[in-house]
């Protein structure tokens, strides 16, 4: 396979990135997909099932001696990031069972964090909230003076034109300090298989926004979330070092 940057007409789309999967994905997206995760250079890396990533492993790599076992279907970037986002069904239903109870576990104490947080620092009493990539802070202001002050990370963002939750983590307009927190996230869900925490992208509502916030306060240890308007939905970020100045 190739990775480079060729691009393609597609006929939903219109001109894009070409990006490559197995014939298996392109039939099924519903399975489970091997690939890099998307990088700044790479957003969409090519992906195999199963069924193709045995004969992948016998060599290591895809080289002449097994590249004629794999057939590849192309797609545009969108097609592509709606194939993958479907492969979130692919959960066992004990992973599945797992995934519910642990999301419920982290939406109560994210609710007890931000409730002691709200009251501790009486935060509603401020009419303006700003945040800054570059200092990665959040800051709560009345009349232009600062009152609380808060360390940042960002957990993803749901948006409400397309209805889907994007991670930080895969998120390359935002700068990497904002960005790489979400990491730790990610590779917690590759370790327990909760898909959710790994899938860039997938089809949401904006409770999923808070559950995901929730999920992200709990592993990175924050003291509670905040989530902000944007053009297109919404933003949510876990809050660290909350303290009054
Ligand atoms: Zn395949
Ligand atoms: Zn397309």
Same mark, same amino acid.
């Given at each position: 396979?190739? =990775?480079?940057?060729?691009?393609?007409?597609? %006929?939903?789309?219109?001109?894009?990135?070409?990006?490559?999967?197995?014939?298996?994905?392109?039939?099924?997206?519903?399975?489970?997909?091997?690939?890099? @995760?998307?990088?700044?250079?790479? %957003?969409?890396?090519?992906?195999?099932?199963?069924?193709?990533?045995?004969?992948?492993?016998?060599?290591?790599?895809?080289?002449?001696?097994?590249?004629?076992?794999?057939?590849?279907?192309?797609?545009?970037?969108?097609?592509?990031?709606?194939?993958?986002?479907?492969?979130?069904?692919?959960?066992?239903?004990?992973?599945?069972?797992?995934?519910?109870?642990?999301?419920?576990?982290?939406?109560?104490?994210?609710?007890?964090?931000?409730?002691?947080?709200?009251?501790? +620092?009486? +935060?509603?009493? @401020?009419?303006?909230?700003?945040?800054?990539?570059?200092?990665?802070?959040?800051?709560?202001?009345?009349?232009?003076?600062?009152?609380?002050?808060?360390?940042?990370?960002?957990?993803?963002?749901?948006? =409400?034109?397309?209805? =889907?939750?994007?991670?930080?983590?895969?998120?390359?307009?935002?700068?990497?300090?904002?960005?790489?927190?979400?990491?730790?996230?990610?590779?917690?869900?590759?370790?327990?298989?909760?898909?959710? +925490?790994?899938?860039?992208?997938?089809?949401? =509502?904006?409770?999923?926004?808070?559950?995901?916030?929730?999920?992200?306060?709990?592993? +990175?240890?924050?003291?509670?979330?905040?989530?902000?308007?944007?053009?297109?939905?919404?933003?949510?970020?876990?809050?660290?070092?909350?303290?009054?100045?």
């Amino acid at each position: 396979m190739t =990775t480079d940057s060729e691009t393609l007409h597609c %006929p939903t789309h219109g001109e894009s990135q070409a990006t490559y999967i197995c014939e298996h994905l392109a039939d099924n997206a519903a399975q489970r997909w091997h690939c890099d @995760y998307p990088s700044q250079d790479n %957003p969409s890396p090519d992906a195999w099932c199963d069924r193709c990533n045995a004969e992948f492993l016998k060599q290591g790599a895809w080289n002449e001696a097994n590249q004629g076992r794999i057939n590849i279907k192309l797609f545009c970037l969108s097609c592509y990031e709606r194939r993958k986002g479907e492969s979130i069904s692919y959960m066992d239903a004990a992973s599945g069972k797992q995934w519910e109870a642990f999301v419920s576990g982290c939406c109560e104490e994210l609710t007890k964090k931000n409730e002691h947080l709200w009251q501790r +620092l009486s +935060l509603t009493s @401020y009419k303006r909230w700003d945040w800054s990539q570059d200092t990665a802070e959040l800051v709560f202001s009345n009349d232009d003076v600062p009152g609380v002050i808060a360390r940042i990370a960002f957990v993803g963002s749901f948006s =409400t034109k397309s209805e =889907t939750w994007l991670w930080a983590w895969a998120n390359f307009n935002l700068v990497e300090a904002i960005r790489e927190p979400a990491i730790a996230v990610r590779d917690y869900g590759e370790q327990k298989d909760f898909l959710p +925490l790994t899938i860039p992208k997938w089809s949401a =509502t904006q409770e999923d926004g808070w559950h995901m916030a929730a999920v992200a306060a709990r592993i +990175l240890g924050a003291e509670g979330a905040y989530r902000t308007p944007s053009d297109y939905g919404f933003t949510f970020m876990v809050l660290h070092d909350v303290r009054t100045v």
